[in-house]
């Protein structure tokens, strides 16, 4: 079993079994499959470009290589800022108390989503809760496992139960008269994540 | 630039651009002082995939791997990989010529599945002849934040001095009520907003802030309630 949430307000602690969850966890999903004539699902694969090879789903692997194609292993790549300076490794938060910071919602509302987790609680000072039940949401960072960015959670309760939302801030702009919205004829790639694969 | 054709409670309406807010990643992975490039290659061939190694070597299998390493082809394995095109092989095995049949399975969230039924191709409705509504159901922010995960939020931006004073104003109401309005496409404004043809469907909630004559309007978009999963066996 995964280790717990672990969170310290003003000294006082409060402990969570977590669980992810998503939206086909709670209502469903749907997926496009692809028949051949007799009816049997057909198998996706797909051709090199030079026709020579057949690629079927396990037959390759990505990783990272020099110029003179040396494959680099794993275990010796670091994380480095965009200046190229070695970063430290962020630890792992599961497991290891986590000071919080109460927060307002439009902070909340400004966050990236990436996992979505619901908390069963093991131990949750009333100081905690009576926060989270004035509609204050806690934050603090976390980190499935040690790499180089831990990232933000919002620790949440609403009538089903408490939440934990993962993900990483965006900052939206200040809009004013002068800053008009102009067209833009460069590619616009932001529409990939849109597309719900599934559905092809 | 992406748009959207937005009316407001006063059935006013105007195309204006939208942006995806993004996070950008702080760091990359590398060795310092060397510059790397990240490729796909050939890890194994058909012949040496595990089920057809377990099928020629049997219960030997494991000692096969040990003594003679089967599964590595010399002559094609760590070839790199650049463009390909997706080709659909049949049940025998045989490389279809003519398009598959495509059905939508739906799928319970038990993993079971539900239904088969032919596919639907849904357009995107957001830059539609129909303008996407101000439904006028609002939500106080801190309720809407706390019952909904908002995967994606877009900032909706000006593109006039005109749009620019229809946009503060809608901004202005929902920062002074500290609301949230869920907006809706379709001819009821009813329908979830599709960005892209066949995209994800979402609610989309729309919030104002406002700092002197700045304004800030961000569309929060949802798929999902904060609700318990109920623990449930997959067959």
Redesign the interface.
């Given at each position: 079993m995964a280790k717990p949430i672990i969170i310290k307000l003003e000294g006082k602690t409060g402990i969570f079994e977590h669980t992810k969850i998503n939206r086909s966890k709670l209502y469903g999903s749907r997926k496009r499959i692809f028949l051949d004539p007799l009816g049997e699902t057909c198998q996706r694969c797909e051709l090199s470009d030079d026709g020579s090879t057949l690629i079927m789903s396990g037959m390759t692997s990505q990783g990272y290589f020099d110029d003179d194609t040396n494959w680099i292993p794993n275990n010796e790549l670091v994380g480095m800022d965009f200046k190229g300076n070695v970063l430290e490794k962020a630890p792992a938060t599961l497991g290891v108390e986590q000071d919080v910071e109460v927060s307002g919602v439009e902070s909340l509302l400004d966050l990236s989503v990436d996992s979505i987790y619901q908390l069963e609680p093991e131990e949750v000072h009333e100081s905690i809760q009576s926060a989270l039940e004035s509609g204050k949401v806690l934050n603090f960072p976390f980190n499935y496992r040690a790499d180089y960015h831990a990232e933000t959670a919002y620790l949440l309760l609403n009538k089903e139960g408490y939440f934990l939302l993962i993900g990483n801030p965006v900052e939206p702009q200040w809009m004013d008269l002068e800053q008009i919205a102009v067209e833009s004829f460069e590619e616009d790639s932001e529409d990939d994540d849109d597309l719900d694969f599934e559905m092809f | 630039?992406?748009r959207i054709h937005l009316m407001n409670k006063d059935s006013r309406d105007a195309t204006?651009?939208i942006?995806?807010?993004?996070?950008d990643?702080?760091?990359?992975?590398?060795?310092?002082?060397?510059?790397?490039?990240?490729?796909?290659?050939?890890?194994?061939?058909?012949a040496n995939?595990?089920h057809n190694l377990t099928e020629q070597y049997g219960d030997n299998y494991a000692s096969h791997l040990i003594e003679g390493d089967p599964e590595i082809d010399l002559e094609?394995i760590g070839?790199?990989?650049?463009?390909?095109?997706?080709?659909?092989?049949?049940?025998q095995?045989e490389?279809?010529y003519a398009p598959?049949?495509?059905?939508?399975?739906?799928?319970?969230?038990n993993g079971e599945e539900?239904e088969r039924r032919d596919?639907e191709n849904i357009p995107a409705n957001v830059d539609d002849e129909l303008p996407v509504r101000w439904t006028g159901k609002k939500m106080p922010?801190?309720s809407a934040?706390?019952?909904f995960?908002?995967?994606?939020?877009i900032?909706v931006?000006?593109?006039?001095?005109l749009t620019?004073d229809y946009?503060y104003e809608m901004a202005k109401e929902l920062h002074d009520e500290s609301v949230m309005v869920l907006i809706g496409a379709g001819q009821t404004g009813k329908d979830p907003l599709i960005?892209?043809a066949?995209?994800?469907p979402y609610r989309g909630f729309l919030?104002g802030?406002v700092?002197g004559?700045?304004?800030?309007?961000?569309l929060?978009l949802s798929?999902?309630?904060?609700?318990?999963?109920k623990a449930q066996a997959k067959k």
């Open positions: - | 630039m992406r204006i651009a942006d995806s807010l993004k996070y990643k702080p760091f990359e992975m590398g060795v310092p002082e060397k510059a790397l490039n990240f490729r796909r290659y050939l890890s194994a061939t058909a995939l595990n094609k070839q790199f990989i650049s463009g390909t095109d997706v080709v659909y092989l049949g049940s095995g490389i279809l598959p049949k495509t059905v939508e399975v739906i799928i319970s969230p539900k596919p922010k801190a934040a706390v019952n995960a908002f995967k994606r939020t900032q931006r000006h593109v006039d001095g620019y946009l960005f892209q066949n995209g994800m919030e802030r700092d004559k700045k304004y800030q309007l961000l929060h798929n999902m309630e904060l609700k318990k999963v």
